[in-house]
């Protein structure tokens, strides 16, 4: 009688024997285009298919580019402008209600200041740090956000005074995300100097991480879904690797995942970008299987000889978006693409599948 492992083992054979649809996704990326200026760099974006970020909007002088947080929808990008006294603004999430949070000052030597638009305005978070930006929001309206390097800050609304994270014992905190049950994840400094990937539930900061560290070897979070699977890097500067985090089984190496993670969907499907090939798209699960989007450019003329993805989002429908630096343009681009259907939807089916032999055998003896 065949084993529970094997018969998983036959339906993921099965599945991959199918699996033609998608050995050359169609994704064909679409400019989002500027506020006026010659670049635009994404941030995030939602189901809806909105995307938010910064876009150049004017240029003073060649030495300074103003720049504004903006939404892209339908085709169409928007500017979202900034606080009345304020030149710059930049937008760094948008939730599922299409509630968008970022910071809004005057550049390089201002200060910049958490903000949130949702009615069509915008209006500062409480706040009465010297510089600061939110981060991230959730769908019940939780935003996290930083008060300089050295502070992780939680709003529970738009209207609430912020909270201070408990940090682990160092000078430097930065969340990354929160998810819809309020776990928020990131990197911060131990007392010790060293750099830890870190979650939070209660207000108190936890390493994250079971995999140990070498001298010199960091860690982080960078992105958390709805079931609580976070994605981050762990290693040295110059070889991070990607991995991946849970609560009930820690953190463990994608296996043959040269990349750094952006982004995780509730499929448990993962945006990457190689390591070796920065210019490069990949979707990715936690077992280190990985398909390839094509070249991250995919844009204008004469890029340059380097080029690099400088954001790259991606949402539950299996819609991308990402921003790509050349040296050719010195700006970013920013794009967006629909993965088709059937080869998104293939690839997390057979993930789960994957993921589900693995747990299997593990099990038996």
């Given amino acids: 009688m065949p084993t529970l492992a094997a018969y998983f083992g036959g339906l993921l054979v099965a599945l991959v024997s199918i699996s033609t649809a998608y050995a050359q996704p169609a994704c064909e990326a679409q400019p989002l285009g500027t506020l006026g200026g010659l670049g635009t760099t994404t941030r995030d974006m939602n189901d809806r298919g909105q995307i938010v970020g910064l876009s150049d909007a004017t240029i003073d002088s060649p030495d300074r580019v103003i720049h504004h947080a903006f939404v892209w929808e339908n085709g169409s990008m928007r500017d979202l402008g900034a606080l009345a006294d304020d030149a710059q603004s930049r937008a760094t999430a948008i939730n599922a209600s299409g509630v968008i949070v970022g910071s809004s000052g005057q550049g390089r030597r201002g200060r910049d200041q958490p903000v949130i638009w949702q009615n069509d305005s915008i209006a500062p978070l409480p706040f009465d740090g010297e510089e600061g930006e939110a981060i991230d929001i959730n769908s019940s309206g939780q935003i996290i956000g930083r008060s300089g390097d050295s502070t992780c800050l939680v709003w529970q609304d738009a209207n609430s005074e912020p909270v201070e994270l408990e940090g682990l014992g160092g000078d430097f905190c930065l969340p990354s995300a929160i998810n819809d049950d309020g776990v928020i994840v990131g990197k911060a400094n131990t007392a010790d100097g ?104 995919n844009g204008p003329e004469d890029p340059g000889p380097f080029k690099y993805v400088t954001g790259f989002a991606m949402n539950n429908r299996f819609r991308a978006a990402w921003s790509v630096y050349t040296t050719g343009t010195e700006y970013d681009h920013g794009y967006t693409c629909q993965l088709p259907e059937r080869t998104a939807l293939q690839f997390a089916l057979e993930s789960a599948v994957g993921e589900l032999v693995s747990r299997v055998g593990a099990a038996l003896p």
């Fill in 194 to 297: 060293e750099e830890r990937a870190f979650f939070s539930r209660d207000g108190t900061l936890r390493q994250a991480e079971s995999i140990p560290h070498a001298p010199l070897e960091a860690s982080d979070l960078r992105a958390v879904n709805v079931f609580g699977l976070a994605v981050g890097t762990f290693g040295t500067v110059e070889s991070p690797s990607a991995f991946v985090w849970t609560r009930r089984s820690g953190g463990r190496l994608l296996d043959g995942a040269d990349a750094i993670p952006r982004a995780v969907n509730d499929f448990d499907v993962i945006a990457l970008i190689p390591t070796s090939r920065p210019f490069t798209l990949l979707l990715g699960d936690r077992n280190g299987r990985t398909l390839e989007l094509g070249d991250g450019l």
